[in-house]
Each structure stands twice: as C-alpha cells, then as structure tokens.
C-alpha cells in the first residue's frame, strides 16, 4: 500500500497567518492527492482534489499544489473557522489511503 | 441535497456481528460507487470497503484488514447501501462513515459509532 506521510503533525497558528502543510507520497501517485477538512465532531469535507482543484464552494484561500510524490497544501489567511485536522489522500491506486492528518491549533 | 445518513451501530462483543446501513438522497444512486470510510477515536482516517455500480458488475473491494470479514452491498432501488461486519474485533471500534462523490469522497454523512467490546 503507498504510505502517505504528512508533516507537521500539528502547528500553533494565529489568525491572519499564512499555513503550510506537506505531504509525501511513497510512490508516485501522479496527482491523484485530495485534501479533506475535518472540524471537532464532524465528518470530514473535500475540500482539494486532484492535488490542486478547489472543490465547489471551497473559499479561495485554500489551495493544493504538487504532483509525484509531493504535495502541499495552503491556507493563505488563516480564519478561526479553520482550525482543523487536515488529512491528504491518494487516489492513484487502491487502497486509497490517508495520512495521518495535520492539527492546526491557535496560539 | 445530497444526504447519507448512516444507521445501525452499536455496541456488540467481540466475534459477533453487525450490519450498518446508509440511505442515499440527491443524486443518481445507481450510478454512484459508494464506499464506506473508518475512524477510530482520536485517530485518524481509513478506508474501509468500495462497491461499485450495476454495469461494473457491484465488483467489491476490501482493506486488508477487513478482507473475509466485512461485505458490502447495495440495493439500487432503495437507494441504500449496508455493511456486513462479522467476526468484529476490538481494534474495529471505530465510527464508520458513508461516502461518495465524482471528484473524490465529496459526500459523507455523520457516521455511525460502532464499539467492540466484551
């Protein structure tokens, strides 16, 4: 199975700030990378696919870059409405998987 | 709208068994893969098991770790797809979500807790 490794695992940010987020791929899975959002108590929600892809609806502060093996996620101005775990995931051969997610707390 | 809404789970010991189901609403079900996503608590996300449509055969696909174990199934005229779990095990406590979509898993419900536990 291709392990999809993201860092850091958790970050301390402040409204306003610029985020970034990586992912690694143990294989190349071309750009078949999606980003999901997943708030406290909720389910998760698509938010990048296709590593670059802004899913309907998605504020333009967020986006998704890369292809191969790695991939990187931004949030450009950081909301309070976006503290989060955010997980990439492959598509490029099954089993798709996840990574382990990366935490965004507030200062 | 598109709706999921997972049902079913529980609390069961472990080897038994539990079905979970998840009605669909607001889109083509027939014409959707639908799949069924797991997280166990404060960990994160891992695909569980695939079914794809009538002209693909409703071909399956499975995890490793639940491979024998778990089954998925649909039925198109109900708009409902379920989930087999037997011979649960402990490390299966986990909520268990329905998902589906076009660009990736665009469409996912609340979930649904399942607890394996003697």
């Known amino acids: 199975d291709i392990v999809m490794t993201q860092s850091p695992t958790s970050m301390s940010i402040s409204v306003g700030d610029r985020v970034t987020m990586n992912c690694k791929a143990s294989?190349?899975?071309?750009?078949?990378v999606d980003w999901y959002q997943q708030k406290t108590g909720q389910s998760p929600k698509l938010l990048i696919y296709k590593a670059s892809n802004r899913y309907t609806g998605v504020p333009d502060r967020f986006t998704g870059s890369g292809s191969g093996t790695d991939f990187t996620f931004t949030i450009s101005n950081m909301q309070a409405e976006d503290l989060a775990v955010y997980y990439c995931?492959?598509?490029?051969?099954?089993?798709?998987?996840f990574g382990g997610g990366t935490k965004l707390e507030l200062k | 709208a598109v709706q999921l809404v997972e049902s079913g789970g529980g609390l069961v010991q472990p080897k038994e068994s539990l079905k979970i189901s998840c009605a669909a609403s607001?889109?083509?079900?027939?014409?959707?893969?639908m799949y069924w996503v797991r997280q166990a608590p404060g960990k994160g996300l891992e695909w569980v098991a695939r079914i794809r449509t009538k002209p693909n055969n409703y071909a399956t696909y499975y995890a490793d770790s639940v491979k024998g174990r778990f089954t998925i199934s649909r039925d198109d005229s109900k708009s409902m797809v379920y989930l087999q779990m037997d011979n649960l095990k402990t490390e299966d406590t986990a909520m268990y979500y329905c998902?589906?979509?076009?660009?990736?898993?665009?469409?996912w419900g609340q979930g649904v807790m399942v607890t394996v536990s003697s």
């Open positions: 294989q190349n899975v071309g750009s078949n």
């Open positions: 995931m492959q598509s490029n051969s099954y089993p798709p998987t």
């Open positions: 998902t589906a979509g076009a660009a990736g898993f665009d469409y």
């Open positions: 607001g889109f083509t079900f027939s014409n959707a893969a």
